[in-house]
């Protein structure tokens, strides 16, 4: 192999790796920028939990915690914009809804589960700008 061809090959080899490099980072923020921010649920001593979190347009959060059948726990959130909300858990397949509203803004209630499951509390922001939430659990 001539000195042409060799330092063809190696720009070529350094082109590879450097587009190799871009799509590997490109197809990282694609995943992150897909899913859900999960938020663990940390119960202080006196049995409560609250978080403000920041939702990007288009994304969603939930706080899960597996509650016992009889757990009451209280909750209640506020955003400055309207958010899907939905306090769920799955049984096999099927996913079932204690709780599901749309847009709203503002909201609490009591869960009192009625079997031992992992609860999700959901927020998804539909809308065209980041918004942030306001969310408190209170074990009961």
Same mark, same amino acid.
């Given at each position: 192999?001539?000195? %042409? ?5 190696? #720009? !070529? +080899?350094?082109?590879?790796?450097? %587009?190799?490099?871009?799509? /590997? ?8 920028? #897909? ?9 202080? /001593? +006196? @049995?409560?939990? +609250?978080?403000?979190? #920041?939702?990007?347009? @288009? ?7 597996? %509650? ?14 309207? %958010? ?6 799955h049984e ?6 204690? #709780? ?10 009591t869960l ?6 992992? !609860? ?21």
């Amino acid at each position: 192999m001539d000195r %042409l061809q060799s330092g063809t090959a190696a #720009a !070529y +080899s350094e082109q590879m790796k450097t %587009l190799t490099l871009t799509l /590997a980072v490109t197809a990282l923020a694609l995943c992150e920028s #897909a899913t859900a921010q999960m938020i663990p649920i940390d119960w202080d /001593a +006196s @049995g409560q939990f +609250s978080k403000e979190v #920041a939702i990007a347009p @288009g994304k969603f959060v939930e706080a899960c915690e597996k %509650l016992p059948k009889g757990a009451k726990v209280a909750w209640s959130f506020d955003a400055p914009t309207p %958010l899907d909300f939905n306090i769920h858990f799955h049984e096999g397949k099927q996913v079932r809804f204690p #709780a599901k509203k749309n847009q709203v803004a503002k909201d609490g209630g009591t869960l009192n589960p009625k079997v031992e499951q992992d !609860y999700c509390w959901m927020w998804t922001n539909k809308g065209t700008s980041e918004t942030t939430l306001r969310m408190k659990l209170v074990k009961g």
